[in-house]
């Protein structure tokens, strides 16, 4: 999704070579500050400074480059053509004609990044053979395996940003509110500033470098408080120039009103989440289990069709595992364990879909507005939420708005009508009359003929929908975790719409999409709160535990990723390493498959991930059993999704777990807003949490100790034991240790 307006302040090299540069340093004591900064009615700094304005000129912001992606189309009609990638979400991007070449430029930042075209509505298959053996976009770098079996392309962009300063009040990266302060960010080109100050009309406030990557790094400031104020930022480079970030020549300040308009929920900072895929969790009632047999769609599927499978509890997975085996599952079951959930530390619960569909996992929706009955009855639903509110846990609900299923009745409705149904318009049909299942003759998620795409650029869809969603939370229900948002019809004008109206009714709600990538559009606060954190979780803390990623890399990996989205969006952030649609954490770390006994290394590695992913910024999220030490690998049907056998468990992997939540509700900074990097090197990666660094993580991914120099004071260890520390400190091999200052 594209914003407009952006507030940038961008300053080249070229610009500090210009003599504009004064070779005086920032003031460092409040006296110094005031004597030479701006305060009401005082006037702007004095001494020779380069003023950089709001605003962007032509051409890509300081440390971007231009990349352009063209496709001309050898044979064939061609309507339409987006720009689908890592860079922006797999969201859709439309490309221009022109001359029979469809192109768009795009400014990125140095890296490499994955892309497919998304042509007449549907998806590229292999990015490298357009049919008649030629690539679709000649530019590309080369090609990585989608996961589907097809290819993206791949794009590497080179170059090296230099010195640049970047500020967008407009931002939550840059200007937000989180942990009840103001907390002001700059971009700058990596080592290229010395120190910067924040000077508002209440005090000045100095900045701290808190993150670094490849080519940049940032620097934060906090107010101890929410309140109007004006403000600017005076920043020295390296080579001795000072600068001021202004607003405008003729408003040099800037103003913040005081007003938070994107609000962080501490009741989401301070949680810990447990996700449930509710056929696999607990069976409380087997009178209900039949049930799931008479609306299964394999039932009504006319090209695929087939019979489902009721299993008892702990029968062998068949190649119906996936979708179509049937375990029991249930609401009563889920409210049977809350206590057990109560003992992790458990204060935020995540179901998978609950409401009629015609699958196990429940993403084929038939009646957005009834609970299956496979699940239990709305009285049973009622009384799991009311005793979770009573243990002070929140419930969110899972919701699919881009496609239904096919014993949806609207679509049945089109299947034996056609275009006489009021609901025709509901769906993209392409042929009608059609066999249900065929994904060929109407728009189906990723093609399939078991999911028809929903019209959500129809106003009686989204409201359809919407008022759905609407009726959950009046329900009881405490938030929303979305679906594949990216693969909407119009997905900026469904989400937006939506999350007026919830936050309008529920402004506690907690609203989180499920998109995989390092992709802050989405969380400027007109559409999510969080994503679901796989950049974080997979792509950088799985790595790094698997020892694939030094502490350096990974730290650098982690920069980007803190960079790119406000302090009160990482507060909020949905964190998870694996679900219901990956292969368990423990098999990714080498333990095996299921019904095998997980390796003592794998096990290590395992705690080391958990203890960073409950020691960062936002609610760690754990998938049903893998704090019981459960394997599965999904490249088997979907086997991390097999029920838990609850007389089965490792205690020490458990033991840990249960550990973890106390070491997070005892030490109040790891709930905390604030992280900033300390330092990395081979297998370590050391960051500070808390508003005042008063807390010190210290990772080592490596098979052999470390040692590293602590910050000054004294310090002690709080994780594991706890013992007395200054001077330097020793890493074991494999582990994670938590620091308080002593």
């Known amino acids: 999704m594209k914003r407009t307006g952006l ?122 053979d357009d049919g008649t053996g030629k690539p679709y976009d000649p530019e590309a770098d080369g090609y990585a395996n989608d996961g589907y079996g097809g290819k993206n392309a791949v794009r590497i962009v080179k170059g090296s940003p230099g010195f640049y300063v970047r500020f967008d009040p407009e931002d939550p990266a840059y200007l937000s509110v989180a942990d009840n302060r103001t907390v002001v960010r700059i971009e700058a080109g990596k080592e290229t500033v010395s120190s910067a100050l924040l000077v508002t009309d209440a005090g000045n406030y100095t900045m701290k470098r808190q993150l670094w990557w490849d080519s940049g790094e940032m620097w934060r400031a906090e107010v101890p408080f929410v309140s109007p104020m004006r403000y600017y930022i005076l920043v020295n480079s390296t080579d001795g120039g000072l600068f001021a970030i202004l607003n405008t020549s003729e408003n040099p300040f800037f103003n913040f009103d005081g007003v938070d308009r994107f609000p962080q929920l501490e009741w989401v900072s301070n949680g810990i989440t447990y996700q449930i895929f509710p056929d696999r969790f607990n069976n409380g009632n087997e009178s209900n289990d039949a049930l799931s047999l008479d609306h299964d769609e394999l039932l009504l599927n006319q090209v695929h069709p087939g019979r489902p499978l009721l299993s008892n509890w702990s029968d062998p997975i068949t190649p119906l595992h996936c979708c179509h085996q049937y375990f029991g599952g249930d609401i009563k079951g889920i409210t049977e364990k809350l206590d057990y959930l109560e003992s992790l530390g458990v204060t935020i619960i995540y179901l998978n879909p609950i409401f009629l569909s015609g699958s196990v996992h429940g993403y084929d929706t038939y009646d957005y507005y009834r609970l299956d009955p496979k699940f239990g009855t709305e009285d049973e639903l009622r009384e799991f939420l009311d ?201 990714d770390l080498g333990g095996g498959s299921l019904g095998e006994g997980p390796t003592n290394e794998s096990i290590v590695r395992l705690k080391l991930l958990s203890t960073l992913l409950y020691t960062l910024p936002g609610t760690p999220v754990t998938f049903q059993g893998d704090e019981r030490g459960l394997l599965g690998d999904k490249g088997h049907y979907d086997e991390q999704r097999y029920p838990i056998r609850w007389d089965e468990v490792n205690e020490d992997v458990l033991n840990h777990y249960r550990a973890l939540a106390a070491l997070r509700r005892n030490v109040p900074a790891l709930r905390s807003s604030a992280i900033r990097f300390y330092t990395a090197s081979g297998g370590v990666m050391a960051f500070f949490r808390g508003h005042e660094d008063e807390v010190l993580v210290v990772a080592n991914s490596w098979e052999k100790p470390a040692e590293i120099t602590l910050p000054g004071g004294e310090w002690r260890v709080l994780w594991p034991g706890d013992y007395a520390v200054s001077g330097t400190l020793e890493v074991p091999p494999l582990s994670v240790l938590v620091l308080g200052r002593d």
Request: hydrophobic share 35%; proline share 6%; charged share 20%.
């Open 7 to 128: 507030l940038i302040f961008l300053l080249l090299l070229t610009a500090v070579v210009s003599g504009c540069i004064s070779t005086g340093n920032l003031p460092e004591t409040p006296s110094e500050a005031t004597s030479a900064a701006a305060r009401p009615g005082v006037g702007l700094p004095s001494g020779n400074y380069t003023p950089l304005y709001t605003g962007s000129g032509k051409g890509c912001p300081a440390g971007m480059v231009g990349v352009r992606f063209t496709y001309h189309p050898e044979n064939g009609t061609v309507e339409s053509v987006s720009l689908r990638g890592s860079f922006n979400g797999w969201n859709e991007w439309p490309m221009k004609e022109e001359n029979g070449t469809w192109s768009r430029t795009v400014c990125l930042k140095p890296g490499k990044y994955e892309y497919k075209y998304f042509i007449n509505g549907q998806w590229v298959r292999d990015m490298s």
């Open 387 to 587: 005793e979770a509110h009573r243990r002070g846990m929140r419930v969110i609900f899972d919701f699919v708005p881009d496609h239904a299923g096919i014993g949806n009745p609207a679509f049945l409705d089109v299947w034996k009508n056609g275009n006489r149904s009021p609901y025709w318009n509901w769906f993209i049909v392409k042929q009608w009359p059609f066999l249900l299942g065929d994904g060929n003759a109407y728009m189906g998620w990723w093609g399939l003929g078991s999911l028809p795409k929903l019209n959500t650029t129809n106003p009686e869809v989204r409201e359809y929908l919407i008022n759905a969603a609407l009726y959950w939370l009046d329900f009881g229900f405490d938030g929303i975790r979305v679906d594949t948002p990216g693969d909407l019809l119009d997905p900026e004008t469904f989400f937006s719409e939506m999350r007026e109206r919830v936050k309008e009714k529920h402004p506690d709600a907690y609203l989180v999409g499920e998109i995989w990538t390092l992709s802050p559009e989405w969380v400027k606060g007109d559409l999510f709160d969080s994503l679901m954190n796989y950049a974080l979780g997979r792509d950088i803390l799985l790595n790094y535990a698997r020892g694939h990623l030094s502490g350096e890399a990974a730290m650098k990996m982690m920069g980007r990723y803190y960079a790119s989205y406000g302090e009160n969006v990482a507060a909020m952030g949905f964190n998870l390493v694996d679900s219901h649609d990956t292969s368990r954490v423990l098999t």
